[in-house]
């Protein structure tokens, strides 16, 4: 995997700004400030722990008011929950930083919120449902954008080589309301309580069939 990962970093670091801005300028997009990407059940956010760090230094809040564990993973044989990464944390459906003044974290929103609706696959631009899409598209604009998308595939394969190298593997086992949310991320293993992310025990349990 990590032989893999180091030729993904490859062909990311030698990509061309100049034929993915050429694509997004025939793609067209402006954005609509409608919000959409940033509300709904389906629209999580995944974040990383530098970013995390950059929020928290923006808001001032706590590692666990700006980011929460995903539900999706697997159990070990102790009733511990473990995950990958962190996302965007939510009040309900919607980002908790969501307001109709628009993001309140805007000059320290994650690349993934900064490059939407694009995205690179292998070096090919990919693009998410997204009313902006055929809008009117400066050089200018095109070029910003690519240029912070290969910075956003770069950050992104370099993380994941990071989790691959630091991640400790372990038996597999049964749900459980007893154990712990772990969490797998760049920067190694992280061992939080249920109790400090209200609700997800509960969440999980039910994906799982444990309730």
């Known amino acids: 995997m990590l032989a893999e990962l180091a030729l993904q970093l490859e062909r990311a ?26 509300r709904g059940e389906e629209n999580t956010v995944a974040v990383f722990p530098l970013e995390i760090r950059a929020i928290m ?17 697997e159990w070990d044989s102790g009733g511990n929950f473990h995950t990958l990464e962190w996302r965007l944390r939510k009040t309900g459906r919607d980002c908790r930083y969501f307001s109709e003044g628009g993001c309140r974290i805007y000059g320290r929103r ?16 990919r693009w998410s449902e997204c009313r902006g899409i055929g809008g009117e598209i400066s050089s200018e604009e095109a070029t910003k954008l690519a240029e912070l998308l290969k910075r956003r595939q770069i950050f ?23 154990g712990r949310c772990i969490i797998h991320d760049s920067e ?3 061992e939080i309580e249920w ?17």
Request: charged share 35%; proline share 6%; with cysteine.
């Open 13 to 38: 670091e030698r990509l061309s700004t100049e034929i993915v801005a050429r694509d997004i300028r025939r793609f067209g997009f402006r954005c609509q400030r409608c919000g959409e990407c940033c």
């Open 57 to 73: 230094g923006e808001t001032g809040e706590g590692w666990l008011e700006a980011a929460e564990p995903p539900l999706e993973g």
């Open 110 to 125: 994650p690349l993934l919120c900064e490059t939407y609706p694009f995205y690179l696959d292998d070096g090919r631009l």
């Open 156 to 178: 992104e394969i370099r993380e994941a080589i990071e989790l691959v190298r630091k991640y400790e593997e372990f038996e597999r086992g049964e749900p459980s309301p007893f």
């Open 188 to 190: 190694g293993v992280h």
């Open 195 to 211: 109790a400090e992310i209200s609700g997800a025990l509960g969440r999980r349990l039910r994906r799982s069939g444990g309730w």
